[in-house]
């Protein structure tokens, strides 16, 4: 019978296993991260906002129904099972992009999206958590992040690359059935459940259970609660970035190549930058990371507003990523921290659900105020939401 072991080192095989499917999860939301918006104008004539944004509110919705389900069910059916069930749902994605004739059909694949990364990301972060005990535990969050992150990166800089030279469709999603079949291939053959390192963990844990992890998460425990409502903010503002974005760069007359490194800066720096501040969430006060993190953010989105050229909107990615890369690995590492190791899935879970309902409640926002007031105004907004977010994290996290 195998032993187990909780440790980076001790699992570094099925660690870097992870890490690898983590890249693929995270390659498919790259494949929508430069081009969806063009598609919605330039193929199926969309000019409003709201209706164009409406594939990131079904993609935020939908995964945050299943991330909160998939914290829930982690510890019955297994994180493996989780894992290959998500790659299922995502091998018919790029097949619904290449041959969508209506826009309908690219919201339904949205919704098959959402619910592949609510089910493998989630699971894939919890299994490296789970495989490194407390030691490294922000390391390990940032190495996940990290790989699905710069993934999403290169895969959008790719994307916007292939659709100048060979047009928006077919060719940028045949990417995407690499990625499915690859993941779900090396689930099904490699990949092993991480349930027995949670119950190993447990037996050394003195943290005490949450009474209802769902509400203690959400809103009654005042850490957890004040990491709860960032993490919303946080997706609130990166549903706005992608959505808006590419628009606002195609209103400055940069071409389709550039667009594609433009969107691809901000998740590739945000990605590139977590292997140091995951770590950096184990050694100092997560307090004041996702502070300064969160406000970071705050004032790279206002400085959208002015930006006109390539130099500037590169600058603004650059901020943007390492703002984020401050919060994402530590908001997952404090979660954590204050939760017993049987009720961290749901934790996670819940965690999870409210911060990618950011993206639809982002992607609703801006596109209503958008339409109504102007891009700016929209822009304005999120960028006050996310600092009121900073401050709220000051005054109610111990």
């Known amino acids: 019978m ?26 498919m939301i790259g494949l929508e991260r430069s081009i969806l918006p063009q598609l919605a104008e330039q193929e199926f004539g969309i000019a409003s906002k709201t209706a164009l944004l409406s594939f990131i509110v079904t993609f935020g919705i939908t995964k945050a129904i299943v991330n909160y389900f998939t914290g829930k069910l982690a510890n019955s059916l297994g994180r493996k099972r989780l894992l290959v069930i998500g790659w299922l749902f995502a091998l018919p994605v790029p097949f619904i992009l290449i ?28 299994m490296k958590i789970d495989l490194v005990g407390d030691k490294n535990r922000g390391l390990a969050v940032g190495i996940n992040e990290f790989a699905g992150y710069l993934s999403v990166g290169l895969v959008a800089f790719l994307t916007g690359y292939i659709s100048e030279r060979y047009g928006v469709r077919p060719y940028p999603f045949y990417l995407g059935i690499g990625f499915a079949t690859m993941g779900l291939v090396l689930t099904l053959l490699f990949v092993k459940d991480t349930r027995q390192h949670v119950s190993k963990e447990n037996q050394k844990s003195s ?3 949450l009474k209802s992890p769902f509400w203690d998460t959400t809103f ?31 209103t400055k007359h940069f071409t389709p190549a550039q667009i594609g490194i433009l969107t ?30 969160m406000l970071l953010q705050a004032v790279g989105i206002v400085a959208l507003i002015w930006a006109s050229n390539f130099l500037q909107f590169t600058l603004i990615g650059i901020f943007l990523g390492m703002g984020t890369a401050l919060v994402y690995p530590t908001f997952l590492n404090a979660i954590s921290e204050y939760t017993n190791p049987l009720q961290r899935a749901e934790s996670l879970g ?18 209503i105020v958008a339409d109504a007031l102007g891009v700016d105004a929209s822009i304005l907004g999120v960028g006050g939401l996310t600092a009121l977010s900073a401050f709220v994290i000051l005054f109610r996290m111990k």
Do not use: C
């Not at 800066?265 to 977590?274: D, E, K």
């Open 99 to 126: 041959y969508a004739p209506s826009w309908s059909w690219i919201v339904l694949g949205n919704i098959l999206l959402g619910i592949n990364q609510g089910l493998s990301w989630s699971a894939a972060v919890m």
């Open 207 to 209: 943290i005490p259970t």
């Open 220 to 250: 009654r425990h005042k850490s957890l609660g004040a990491i709860t409502q960032a993490g919303l903010i946080n997706n609130l503002n990166d549903g706005m970035i992608w959505g808006i974005l590419p628009l606002l760069l195609l």
């Open 350 to 367: 819940t965690f999870r659900f409210w911060r990618d309902l950011g993206y639809a409640i982002g992607a609703l926002f801006t596109g």
């Open 264 to 293: 691809a800066v901000y998740p590739s720096v945000w990605g590139l930058s977590q292997l140091v501040t995951g770590k950096l969430s184990d050694i100092y006060a997560k307090k004041m990371l996702l502070f300064w993190g």
């Open 2 to 27: 195998e032993t187990i072991q909780l440790g980076l080192k001790e699992n570094w095989r099925q660690f870097a296993l992870l890490v690898i499917i983590n890249a693929f999860v995270g390659g």
